[in-house]
Structures are given as structure tokens and as C-alpha cells.
């Protein structure tokens, strides 16, 4: 998984850092650490160790935050397959989106909750008992990390937990999440810009406000943000065409009314050689396959006598048939569990159209993207 490496599990789920958050732990501890060596009571490695405690339980409430879009996403059937923590925070792997706007706005904003209760949580505990110096310094700056965790995920632009919500609302509005993925994404990357020009400006000591990691963070909004759109753009594409319009051109169907030799000289001699063939009967619905290997048990001799309805292999369980009307970004998907494979196209009336694969889809978009060029 991008070089995460596994941890564990939390709550069935499983639990991956990536490299970089490596970096930011021992950052944490070291600036952490050097803070509460000016507390007095404080001595040896002692400040250190509590900045190392500190740091974990830093990232512990980036971990709560997306057990908070976890959970919220299983109550509604969702697989969570991964949770990460890298560089910028965490992320919740989700196996697929949530099925209305409602749904999906309850995911994005579950992360953020969770954050602001905690804040509150951890205000309430500073405020109403008494610790050690040194422990009401780390309580505090738990509850003031979840506070910025929190209303920075607000912000309303992809791929920030805001975004989300904004997607949900455009879907809402639209109908659409797509249109709601690639608004939201736009949005993104406006607040991208922002920061990268406001961490550019503060890196040449022109701007008061920023620093190097609002320039960094500005480029992790832009490039998720146009990731986003660029995926969304993908699939409200796909969602304009069916499977009926990515039929391979020339599909192998044939009739089982023809006999063996007219089969070989109309589609084997001189023919771009398939190694199987839909056989259709008369009224165009699939009743057998033919491997063109399965020829070479029949004799020469009898290519003139045997139908290829007599030949044919009868219709196994694993042909996958999809409607001629059915969106191609459906197609696609299924595609993905299998690239390999090959669908059947057939008709509301069980008329076969042809095959559909992988190359298929790609050749009829670059068709598709060359006419509008012209």
C-alpha cells in the first residue's frame, strides 16, 4: 500500500503508517520535548519521554478522527479496508462511496465531530481539575490540536472532510455525485492556491502569516484536489455511454444454424482468428459456446454434416451477461475485479450483441476523445 506499513489492527480494521509519519513523530518529540524542558520540575530524559507520550497521543487523536468516519461508514454496510496515518494526518480507506447525500454527509462529518468532542472533552478536564504543570501543558495542547483538526477539516474543499460535506450538498442539489465531487475538487484547489501563495510569501519574509508547511500543505490540496476532479470527470464520462457503445466492432457471433465448413471459411480462413465464438440460435440469443480448439476433434469429413449448435459447449455459469443499456462506468467497474475478462452485451430481449472487454472501453474513449479534438 504505497510503502504503509502495517501495524495492526483497530477494531477489525487494518492499521498502516506511512514512512513519513516517522519524521513528524521524531519532529514532535524534539520540539515538543524541548518546550517542556524549561518546566523545572523536569529532569534528564524525563521532558522528552512526556514529548514522545505527547506525540503519540497527538497522532492517537488523528486516529480518532478517522475511527470516526470508520464507524459511521460500517453502520451503513461500508467495508473500511485501511486506516493510515502519513505526513498531513490519517485516512479511511473506504471499499465504496455511501449510496445517498445524507449517508455521505453523516461520513464526512463524523471526522470532525469526533475532533470537536474531544476538544471539549479535554477543555473541560483542564479546566475543572488540577495536574502538574507539565501534564495541563500537554492536556491543553491535545484539546487545541483537536480544536484545529477539527475546524481545518471543515474547510469546504476536497480532499478535506468540508469537502466532502460539500460534495454531499451539491449531490443533493444535483442529484449527482459526480457533479459533486468535481465542484467540491474545484473548491479544493482554490484553497490550494491559497496556501501555497501564503506559504510562498511567508518563506520570502513578505507575508506575516504561513510558513513552509502552509506551502506544503497547499500542494497535498492541489494535487488530491485535482486527483478528485480528474477521477469524477472519468466517471460522469463513462456514466454518458452504455456497454452497448463499447461493443468490440465485428464480435465473434455466429449462428448455431451454420454448418462446420461454412463457419471455417466465413470465419476462421483468412480471419483474424478468435479462440472462441458465441453461437447464437434463431432468434439471436446466446445457446452455446464454440473453442476453436474443440474443431479439431470433429473430422474433415463431417465439417459439411454437423451443425455448430451440435458442437457447441453449452452455457457455463461464469459468462457474465450485461444489458446493452447499462451504464458503462458500471461496466468499468465490474471490469476492475477481472481486466482480463470478456462480457456478453445482449439486448432487453436476450438478442446478443457482441463482446465487451477491457480494450474495448479504452479504444471506443480514445475514439471518443480524438473526435472531440478535431
Known sequence: MNNNIRVGNLFGIPFYVN???????GLVTLSYGGQLALFPQLGGITPWILGF??????FSSVVAHELGHSFVAMSQGIEVKSISLFLFGGLANLER???????AFLVAIAGPAVSLILFLFLTLIVSNFAFSAPITAILGLLAYINLILGLFNLIPGLPLDGGNILKALVWKITGNPNKGIIFASRVGQLFGWIAVTIGGLAILGISPIGSFWTLLIGFFLLQNAGFSAQSAQFQETLSGYTAEDAVIPDSPVVSDSLNVREFVNDYVIGKSVWKKFLVTNEEGKLSGILEIDS?????????????????????????TLIQADQSLLEVVKLLENDPRQQLTVVKDNGVVLGLLEKASVIKFLQQKAQAKAI
Open 295 to 319: 474443431l479439431k476433434k470433429v473430422s474433415t469429413s463431417q465439417w459439411t454434416e454437423l451443425k455448430l449448435a451440435e458442437i457447441m459447449e453449452p452455457i457455463s455459469p461464469n459468462i
Open 19 to 25: 514512512p513519513s509519519w516517522f519524521l513528524v513523530l
Open 53 to 58: 507520550v505527547a506525540a503519540l497521543l497527538l
Open 97 to 103: 462511496e455511501s449510496e445517498t447525500p445524507f449517508e
